[in-house]
């Protein structure tokens, strides 16, 4: 072999090497959904959900949901539903920081974060979560758990089914007009 060709070959090995070596640092950047609420929706006895001054706090009563503390509005089947399809079921992408003095920045701290509290049947809590918006993608919110103080971009925007307001969770109950056929056959 020539001086030339065993320079050339030395060359093109050490650029393999460096691609090689470029392609395995480069795969940590890749985002990696991977389930972010581990909890089986059948073992949640209630929820609660708490941003800045507002609180509310849904529970399994029987074979449906109530508003803890009102007795005045019924659940929505809908609201539930999407609870429960929606949010159970969000994954955590990219990790976004490690650093807990930017949790203000993403809106996952005490104060801006909205807080989502899982618990069981004895009251224990199983998981707790405070998610926060994304300035820059309306379609994915920030999230971090109580057991992982990093900060986590999720796969899609759940932060519109986690409302602190009674009336987005519930409504007043339909009242029933009597037919005149019911009232003859109660007054006949």
Same mark, same amino acid.
């Given at each position: 072999?020539?001086?030339?060709?065993?320079?050339?070959? *030395?060359?093109?090995?050490?650029?393999?090497?460096? @691609?090689?070596?470029?392609?395995?640092?480069?795969?940590? @950047?890749?985002?990696?959904?991977?389930?972010?609420?581990?909890? /089986?929706?059948?073992?949640?006895?209630?929820?609660?959900? %708490?941003?800045?001054?507002?609180?509310?706090?849904?529970?399994? %009563?029987?074979?449906? $949901?109530?508003?803890? *503390?009102?007795? !005045?509005?019924?659940?929505?089947?809908?609201?539930? &539903?999407?609870?429960? /399809?929606?949010?159970?079921?969000?994954?955590?992408? =990219?990790?976004?920081?490690?650093? !807990?003095?930017? $949790?203000?920045? @993403?809106?996952?701290?005490? =104060?801006?974060?909205?807080?989502?509290?899982?618990?069981?049947?004895? *009251?224990?809590?199983?998981?707790? +979560? #405070?998610?926060?918006?994304?300035?820059?993608?309306?379609?994915?919110?920030?999230?971090?758990?109580?057991? &992982?103080?990093? #900060? +986590?971009?999720?796969?899609?925007?759940?932060?519109?089914?986690?409302?602190?307001?009674?009336?987005? $969770?519930?409504?007043?109950?339909?009242?029933?007009?009597?037919?005149?056929?019911?009232?003859?056959?109660?007054?006949?």
């Amino acid at each position: 072999m020539t001086k030339n060709l065993k320079i050339a070959l *030395g060359i093109l090995g050490l650029l393999v090497i460096v @691609y090689l070596i470029n392609m395995q640092g480069q795969s940590q @950047y890749t985002s990696k959904a991977t389930e972010l609420i581990t909890i /089986n929706a059948e073992d949640i006895d209630r929820f609660l959900i %708490q941003n800045k001054d507002d609180a509310i706090e849904i529970a399994r %009563q029987d074979s449906g $949901w109530v508003i803890s *503390g009102n007795d !005045t509005l019924v659940v929505k089947e809908r609201s539930i &539903d999407s609870f429960l /399809n929606k949010v159970l079921a969000v994954k955590k992408g =990219s990790l976004v920081t490690t650093k !807990t003095e930017k $949790w203000a920045t @993403y809106s996952v701290d005490d =104060s801006t974060g909205t807080h989502l509290a899982l618990l069981d049947k004895e *009251g224990n809590t199983q998981a707790y +979560y #405070v998610f926060g918006r994304s300035v820059s993608d309306y379609g994915r919110n920030y999230v971090r758990t109580h057991i &992982d103080p990093h #900060v +986590y971009l999720t796969d899609e925007s759940v932060i519109y089914y986690l409302r602190a307001q009674p009336t987005y $969770w519930g409504e007043k109950p339909k009242v029933e007009v009597p037919t005149a056929d019911s009232t003859s056959a109660i007054t006949g």
